[in-house]
């Protein structure tokens, strides 16, 4: 356990990284972090998840090690290691490989993810600087929903790949989990079928059509703001499937808090797991994208 010490120079350190990486950055990869042991010659400190860990050691050791040169004088070696023991021992037995009772089946809801476009994969999704995190965390959703962003939120301005990247999350499961219940839809259709439910009286099939889902994507979130009542059903929608450790997706042209009329809880649910944001692409990528497109 790190000392007293220890911790204020970890957190001067801190500061100093601060400075050089943006709020959004920072915010996503740093606070998270926690720090094992400090001295002169080396830092080890615990991540969350093997993808943070490599992410960190290919785009921010330099910086961690520069930050922590300004504060102690002298450039360390930056170890890290995945906290696992508390987690598995949070996860239910039959999740860490210990035998249990077999599974109850599972109530027919089947993938409403129709309609996708079938271009629209991570095969064909030029990777750029713009939105190179964003990708890397729908690429790390699609391997293992539920367990690492949760939910996973993706802001940018129109076309610049919100959509694809949400398809491409869809086809790569159920590339690998034909079975998974899916449904991919815009908030606009979202909004449409709640209203339906209410005047056709039924809700209740409504609720139970995404509330038993693996995975729920939706586009455009952000047009959930015009309508008080389906915020209301979103919010139960939203919390019975966390709870269940079922993955949500969402998009939005602006981030969770700059979405007007979205009440607090909603925010506050949309940041609790990973908030991306795709900027527009540089040169180099734009022609990436059309010589992707010439393909």
């Given at each position: ?6 911790r ?5 350190i ?9 709020r ?38 330099a910086?961690?090690q ?29 999740t860490?490989?210990m ?33 190179q995190?964003?990708h ?7 391997k ?36 998974a219940?899916i ?25 139970h059509?995404?509330?038993q ?37 969402l998009?939005?042209d ?17 940041q609790?797991?990973?908030?991306v ?19």
């Amino acid at each position: 356990m790190s000392s007293t010490l220890e911790r204020e120079h970890w957190t001067r350190i801190l500061d100093e990284i601060s400075k050089s990486v943006s709020r959004q950055h920072y915010e996503t990869w740093f606070r998270s972090v926690g720090l094992k042991s400090l001295s002169d010659q080396r830092i080890e400190l615990d991540v969350p998840s093997k993808f943070v860990r490599d992410w960190l050691l290919e785009y921010y050791l330099a910086t961690i090690q520069e930050a922590a040169q300004r504060v102690l004088n002298r450039k360390p070696e930056v170890a890290m290691s995945v906290r696992t023991a508390s987690a598995l021992q949070a996860l239910p037995a039959s999740t860490v490989g210990m035998a249990g009772p077999a599974p109850a089946p599972r109530p027919e809801t089947p993938s409403l993810g129709l309609g996708l476009n079938p271009r629209y994969t991570f095969d064909t999704f030029v990777v750029g600087g713009n939105n190179q995190l964003a990708h890397a965390a729908a690429l790390q959703v699609s391997k293992a929903p539920g367990q690492h962003y949760n939910p996973l939120f993706v802001h940018g301005t129109v076309g610049l790949g919100k959509t694809h990247l949400l398809q491409g999350i869809c086809h790569a499961i159920r590339a690998r989990q034909p079975a998974a219940r899916i449904c991919y839809l815009s908030c606009e259709a979202f909004v449409n079928d709640y209203i339906s439910a209410v005047g056709s009286g039924t809700l209740e099939a409504f609720r139970h059509r995404y509330r038993q889902l693996d995975v729920l994507l939706i586009d455009d979130i952000q047009f959930l703001s015009r309508t008080d009542k389906c915020q209301e059903e979103f919010f139960h929608t939203f919390n019975a499937l966390y709870n269940a450790q079922k993955q949500v997706v969402l998009s939005s042209d602006s981030p969770p808090s700059e979405i007007l009329a979205l009440p607090e809880r909603l925010i506050s649910r949309f940041q609790w797991g990973l908030d991306v944001c795709i900027d527009k692409p540089s040169f180099e990528t734009r022609c990436a994208i059309v010589r992707k497109k010439a393909e």
